[in-house]
């Protein structure tokens, strides 16, 4: 059980794996008044730079959990640098069936809502965690502006238009399962380029120092064509941003 080592490579450099920035994460983290003590679940928390810096910062507590061996091995050590370890644990797992052993005060899925099937199963997952009253976070893309077809939309890495909505519409996604929106963190084109372009120069780094491994054809093929299709499509068109929910 773990992520595909392909995905691994490319963000090898990133301790945030989704286009916030660490000054919109400790933006977000500011703008939720989180309270010391606050009890936090990360499903799908990657190299849990999140939990180890609300941590530090708001002195919140709490587990993350990842499919990934190596971003979860990453985020133990993040604890330790941050000397946040004795304040939150790292669990290599499937986030997809992860449910707290007590109710926590945030349950958050950021960038990640496949792990339910999409917003509502995410929801739903989250909330068997969540106190009442508690806080939800959850991380989605969407559209800037629609792509006017499909080739456009398979280039900003959705399969279909129909696969994100528009801001306004995402919105009336969360209204409509039974959330209040209370707080949301958008990320720009800037943090967009410093999410994606960073991933080239991993990605060169990488063929430089294994050109004969099994997936370096793959890392060349994506690396002679996606500047082009991130300038073209995915920076023009699509937009993602963590929305803080509860329940009515």
């Not at 965690?129 to 976070?137: A, D, N, Q, Y």
């Not at 994100?164 to 919105?171: A, G, K, R, S, V």
């Not at 064509?225 to 937009?239: D, H, I, S």
Request: charge should be negative; charged fraction near 25%; proline fraction near 5%.
């Amino acid at each position: 059980m773990d992520l595909p080592r392909i995905f691994t490579i490319r963000e090898n450099s990133h301790r945030i794996h989704n286009p916030l920035t660490p000054a919109k994460l400790a933006s977000l983290g500011e703008s939720l008044h989180l309270a010391p003590g606050t009890r936090v679940l990360d499903l799908a928390s990657g190299s849990g730079e999140m939990l180890c810096t609300w941590a530090r910062d708001h002195g919140v507590t709490g587990t993350g959990v990842d499919i990934s061996t190596a971003f979860t091995g990453r985020a133990r050590a993040r604890a330790d640098e941050l000397g946040v370890a004795d304040r939150v644990q790292f669990l290599h797992g499937d986030a997809s069936d992860h449910v707290a052993d007590q109710p926590v005060d945030l349950a958050a899925c950021v960038g990640a809502t496949w792990i339910g099937n999409g917003v509502a199963g995410t929801a739903e997952l989250l909330q068997r965690s969540l106190r009442p009253g508690g806080l939800m976070l959850i991380g989605e893309p969407y559209w800037r502006r629609t792509p006017p077809d499909e080739e456009t939309a398979t280039a900003c890495h959705a399969a279909a238009i129909a696969d994100f909505l528009e801001l306004p519409d995402l919105i009336a996604e969360f209204q409509g399962i039974g959330y209040d929106v209370v707080e949301m963190t958008l990320a720009d084109q800037d943090s967009w380029d410093r999410y994606t372009a960073a991933q080239w120069l991993t990605m060169r780094r990488w063929l430089d120092r294994n050109p004969d491994d099994e997936l370096a054809p793959e890392v060349r093929e994506g690396l002679a064509t996606e500047p082009v299709r991130y300038a073209r499509a995915t920076r023009e068109y699509l937009g993602w941003g963590v929305f803080a929910l509860m329940k009515r």
